[in-house]
């Protein structure tokens, strides 16, 4: 969002212990699930709530910037996308470079996830997590493979753990509150 937003008015209503008040709460919960497929978004979702698009923006800005959201990002459907094949691979990285490496890691085309873990020793030996997706199983096999090559002597082992199902591809929801959303 840019900083060319106008500033929304005071909330109506003070903010709860959550720091949202009625508006930004309506906000929430109006995006939650995705926000509309349509040429303007933001005056979609506040058209209902009696605020134009910029106010949304604004408020949205806001939450971002005070914590309360951490992120507006897409969240794609990789196999609807066709990528069948999205494995999580599992690395036991040398502690002392798996930040510099981790970092360089996550920008590589491909990987849409990459976190450092504890590892769980004598079992779990793998400190750093990298979802990898492909339309076939090769596909993500050489994109490990490159990874491997990339870690170098840092890395003592991988895994890759193969999705068989989606069983989440939302965030954190509120719970819609009874009575109108102002």
């Known amino acids: 969002m840019s900083d060319s937003t106008c500033p929304s008015e005071p909330p109506a209503v003070a903010a709860d212990s959550d720091g949202l008040d009625e508006l ?3 906000i929430v919960l109006a995006t939650q699930a995705g926000l509309p497929l ?4 933001w005056g979609a ?7 134009a698009g910029n106010e949304v923006r604004a ?5 971002i910037d005070s914590g309360v959201i951490r992120r507006i990002a897409a ?3 990789h196999y609807r996308l066709g990528y069948m094949a999205n494995g999580m691979s599992v690395w036991d990285v040398d502690d002392a ?3 510099r490496l981790g970092r360089e890691v996550a920008a590589v ?3 849409s996830h990459c976190y450092r873990r504890p590892r769980h020793l004598p079992d779990w030996p793998y400190n750093l997590f990298v979802m990898l997706h492909g339309h076939t199983r090769d596909e993500v096999e050489r994109q490990a493979e490159a990874l491997h090559e990339r870690l170098g002597e840092a890395c003592r082992d991988y895994r890759i753990l193969y999705s068989t199902r989606i069983l989440k591809k939302t965030g954190l929801r509120l719970v819609r509150r009874p009575g109108p959303p102002r």
Do not use: C, E, F, K
Not at 38 to 41: E, H, I, L, M, T
Not at 59 to 63: G, S
């Open 24 to 26: 930004d709460r309506a």
């Open 38 to 41: 349509v040429p303007d978004p």
């Open 45 to 51: 979702v506040g058209s209902p709530l009696g605020l």
């Open 59 to 63: 408020r949205m800005q806001r939450m």
């Open 75 to 77: 969240v794609p459907n």
């Open 97 to 99: 470079r798996i930040d």
């Open 109 to 111: 085309p491909g990987v």
